[in-house]
């Protein structure tokens, strides 16, 4: 598969993550139950999680890096920290202001290693 189509797929799982984590942590924010929403923004987080993880894969094999540098290091950590706050928005909506700018965060600090750390 060309590199296009990972990158395509990338930034698919990129707005999917966000879009999901967006309705759960505004769900948590406004304290109500709605668990048709909290499934599809779990559900969308989740193939966003997946589809980041083979496209991201696939743009390291196809691009040539390696998994050794710091900065695919850097971001397959924030892979994981990205996958472990789904439990913290479910379990700790108290914290959803704080996992709203967490969230951001991470997208930030993986957008920065990209552009100014990829080497």
Do not use: C, D, Q
Request: proline share 3%; no cysteine.
């Amino acid at each position: 598969m060309p590199a296009n189509f990972y990158s395509l797929l990338h930034i698919t799982g990129i707005l999917m993550v966000f879009i999901g984590y967006g309705s759960l942590i505004g769900l948590a924010l406004s304290k109500a139950e709605n668990p048709g929403v909290k499934k599809l923004g779990a559900i969308t987080s989740g193939i966003g999680l997946t589809l980041l993880l083979v496209a991201g894969f696939g743009l390291i094999a196809k691009l040539g890096y390696s998994y050794t540098s710091t900065w695919i290091i850097v971001k397959m950590i924030i892979w994981l920290l990205l996958g472990s706050l789904v439990a913290f928005i479910n379990r700790k909506p108290e914290w959803a202001k704080l996992l709203w700018w967490i969230t951001l965060l991470l997208g930030f600090i993986a957008v920065l290693m990209v552009y100014f750390f990829k080497s």
